[in-house]
Nanobody, 121 residues
Framework: QVQLVESGGGLVQAGGSLRLSCAAS????????MAWYRQAPGKQRELVAA???????NYADSVKGRFTISRDNAKNTVYLQMNSLKPEDTAVYYC???????????????WGQGTQVTVSS
């Protein structure tokens, strides 16, 4: 069974920091891209940051310079270091992985259950 287990969310004051982690189960043979998305109340889910297996990254303009995505391929884990948090960063953050399962025929996309990040002003 494929699992993406997120941790690290919580409540923080504006200007503070949080670090999110997402560990993918060993069901994966290879994970190509791992990413973080977020969805605020009443808004569409949006890409926050993504990292490929070979280290390329991209960020939403709204988080550039404040958030850093990183991966540990050996552990099938992705992190999101969030600094200088703002109230508008409040959302449910979802981990996303695109890859090939050990018994899979093609790469597919998988989602975690989400972790709440709340930034108070």
């Amino acid at each position: 069974q494929v699992q993406l287990v997120e941790s690290g969310g919580g409540l923080v004051q504006a200007g503070g920091s949080l670090r999110l982690s997402c560990a993918a189960s060993r069901s994966f043979f290879r994970i190509n891209t791992m990413a973080w998305y977020r969805q605020a109340p009443g808004k569409q889910r949006e890409l926050v940051a993504a990292a490929t297996r070979v280290g390329s990254t991209n960020y939403a303009d709204s988080v550039k310079g404040r958030f850093t995505i990183s991966r540990d391929n050996a552990k099938n884990t992705v992190y999101l270091q969030m600094n200088s948090l703002k109230p508008e960063d409040t959302a449910v953050y979802y981990c996303n992985a695109e890859g090939l399962l050990r018994d899979g025929l093609k790469s597919e996309e998988y989602w975690g259950q989400g972790t709440q990040v709340t930034v108070s002003s």
